[in-house]
């Protein structure tokens, strides 16, 4: 198999899991981290561009699971996170990160939250070194190993 076709296998099984655990998955703290979550893997090449923007958008309007929340206020959520990372990435991921690891206190959640930054990641058909590198930072800060994401 393709390991193209591996990892939309491999997204197309975490959003059916994204899926299964959506009533628990409404805290604050899940959106906070999965909208930090996003912006980071967004800006994980150092630059934003308006597609990346768009994919997000529509992530957050179809996402049954992000449903669980106000798009608007996600959208804002995203935007706070994506301007921390352009005005200074080295500093803004520092502050990104501190929002997903809100996420740490619930193991449900913070899976859940690293799956939106696989699914993210994947969403323009590449997965590139770069949004796998930041997810699998991502799985330092809320204490999951990489290994178990195929990372």
Not at 7 to 34: H, I, P
Not at 61 to 81: G, W, Y
Not at 106 to 111: G, L, T, V, Y
Not at 132 to 144: G, H, K, P, S
Request: charged share 30%; net charge negative; aromatic share 6%.
């Amino acid at each position: 198999m393709a390991l193209w076709d591996r990892f939309k296998e491999s997204a197309s099984q975490m959003q059916t899991q994204l899926m299964a655990k959506k009533n628990d998955l409404k805290s604050g703290a899940f959106r906070d981290a999965s909208m930090a979550m996003c912006a980071l893997v967004a800006a994980a090449d150092g630059t934003v561009d308006p597609s990346e923007r768009q994919r997000v958008a529509q992530l957050i309007a179809t996402n049954e699971v992000l449903q669980n929340f106000d798009a608007m206020d996600l959208q804002r959520r995203f935007d706070d996170n994506l301007n921390k990372l352009t005005t200074d990435f080295a500093f803004g991921k520092v502050s990104v990160l501190q929002e997903i690891a809100k996420a740490k206190k619930k193991p449900a959640e913070a899976r859940a939250v690293i799956q939106i930054g696989i699914v993210i990641g994947g969403a323009d058909g590449d997965f590139d070194k770069s949004e796998q590198a930041i997810v699998r930072e991502a799985c330092f800060t809320l204490d999951l190993p990489p290994h178990e994401f195929d990372l």
